[in-house]
């Protein structure tokens, strides 16, 4: 009996401690968030294999089919089709495509851009500083979405008008935060010693200013990803982001509003996508800063 | 602290004159502003006649200085849907934008501050995953997903609230969540994190010490510092409630300046369009003038930099 007892608990408390094991895995590393990525960059690129359907032809004898789980479902739509009669899983795969390809472009041109800029800027001091500084000003000053509006209705939308409205409207936070870093390490004493040993003004942004400031600005990369699907999701779903036939998570929301009564899940999905993706962004710049950086908790 | 001020009220002046040269240059591109009131097939005579009134004649900066020195004194153009003045358009316009940013303001108080104060007092506890989740979700749900879910619960499904336009304080419910929610998150996460300092904090445990009430102490005399954190930040939460007001009104049909602005740019209607990227950049600068400033004054260090 006792013994019976001393063995179950020792099996309670060994089960428990698996489960505090696990739980402190989850707490230390971001297990889901990485599963959320790691999913939209397998969809991303194997798009055409894993959508069931097209995404783009749509079957309007097959309009607004409810989702599997329904009695009326059928396993051919997994999450039920829209009222042209697409499927939704499909366009949800291809949505993650232009989602991620669109923010991949923007973070790399709008990242080299505002770190380099911020680094010339935080280095050099004086004039350019002051002019490059206020241009940054200028840029969050101005109401972004309006003006894209603007831009993308007289230029017309297209994928290139996109991405340029998106890079200037991110380049800035990568900017400031090169500019303070910059301005921190020029200070050290390293530098000094590098500018005492002659290497140049080159030299020194790129092999002494450049790899101290590049943990912060991977930090700002990952939760300026969240921001940039964000936007773009808007924009798409005012109708002036990628045009139309292309699958945008946007633009599916935006289809689907007139019908919610009727199949709430054309909406539905794609914002789920949307949700997932941001929350996953959030997290990992979240964990990367607690990681990287802890300075910029106060952020 | 003079200094200063002029200094980033000169900047501001240039902001606006820069946002409206983009503008002006904007509406140009968008082809020759003729084409607007007139057809192709009007004679040449006509056309050049209007050209002239226009002052399409002389140079592009020539233009522009005409076209600045009216929009100075308010006069942006004859709006091309509703053929008075751009102004008078967008004027009416307002009370319906500043009502649903009271709302919204409303909602992200009262929700932000009692949350954040309650999930920092109660670290770890189900309230603190109840605000951490709120705060997540408010930070990465897309607003416009946000509005339609809303509508699809409560309007659809509960019949609760009615989804659209504006009305009694029932039809301010869901735009002013809608609106509201990302702004509540900030709020909540400046709030909890500024209350877990100062909980922390030597005149808190003095307080305590003295016996004080638990109430009192976090009501009181922590709340008064933390709530700082977010006043500071006002500025930017109302601007931002201008850019999201473009996003909920085209989701709730709300007649505000967000709606005219969307409808305005799909119908060409460029007399209002600049107008109101005008009036928006204006706002934005003054709101950001105001948040500068005020920090300067509460931290010296600011005006000397």
Sequence with gaps: MTEEAVASSGVRTSMGRLVIRVFRFFRRWPVIPVLIVMMLVVAAVFAPWLAPHDPIAGDLAKRNIVPMWYAKGSSEYILGTDPQGRDIISRVIYGARISLLISAIVLGLGGILGTTLGLVSGYSGGMIDEVLMRFVDFTLGVPFILVALVVAVVFGNSLPIIIILLIVFSWNAFARQARAEALRIKTLDYVAQARVAGASQFRIMYKHLFPGVMDPIVVVATWRVGMLILTEATLSFLGVGVPEPTATWGSMVAGGRDYIAAAWWVCFFPGVAILLTVLAFNFLGDWLRDRLDPRLRQL | ?305
Aim: proline share 4%.
């Design chain 2, 1 to 305: 602290m003079l200094r200063f001020i002029v200094r980033r009220v000169a900047f501001s002046v240039l902001i606006v004159l820069g946002a409206s040269a983009f503008v002006f240059g904007l509406s140009r591109a968008a082809g020759d502003p003729r084409l607007l009131y007139l057809t192709e097939y009007v004679t040449p005579e006509i056309w050049d006649q209007w050209g002239k009134a226009m002052g399409l004649d002389k140079p592009l900066v020539a233009q522009y200085f005409i076209w600045l020195s009216k929009a100075v004194r308010g006069d942006f153009g004859t709006s091309l849907r509703d053929q008075v003045n751009a102004l008078t358009v967008i004027a009416r316009r307002v009370p319906a934008t500043a009502q649903l940013a009271a709302g919204a303001f409303t909602f992200a108080l009262a929700v932000g501050i009692p949350l954040g104060v309650l999930s920092a007092v109660k670290r770890g506890s189900i309230l603190d995953y109840i605000g951490r989740t709120f705060a997540l979700l408010g930070q990465a749900m897309p607003a416009f997903w946000l509005g339609i879910m809303l509508v699809l619960l409560f309007a659809v499904q509960l019949d609760w609230l009615p989804s659209a336009r504006r009305g009694g304080i029932s039809h301010f419910i869901l735009p002013s969540i809608t609106l509201g929610w990302p702004t509540a998150s900030g709020i909540l996460r400046l709030v909890r994190s500024a209350m877990l300092e100062i909980l922390d904090s030597e005149y808190i445990k003095f307080a305590r010490a003295k016996g004080v009430s638990n109430a009192l102490i976090v009501w009181k005399h922590a709340l008064r510092n933390a709530i700082i954190a977010p006043l500071t930040f006002a500025g930017m939460m109302l601007a931002a409630f201008l850019t999201g007001a473009v996003v909920t009104e085209t989701v709730f049909a709300w007649p505000g300046l967000g709606r005219l602005a969307v409808l305005s740019v799909f119908s060409n209607d460029f007399p209002v369009v600049t107008g109101i990227v005008m009036l928006f950049t204006v706002l934005y600068v003054i709101m950001n003038l105001f948040v500068d400033v005020a920090y300067a004054y509460i931290d010296p260090r600011i005006r000397y930099q």
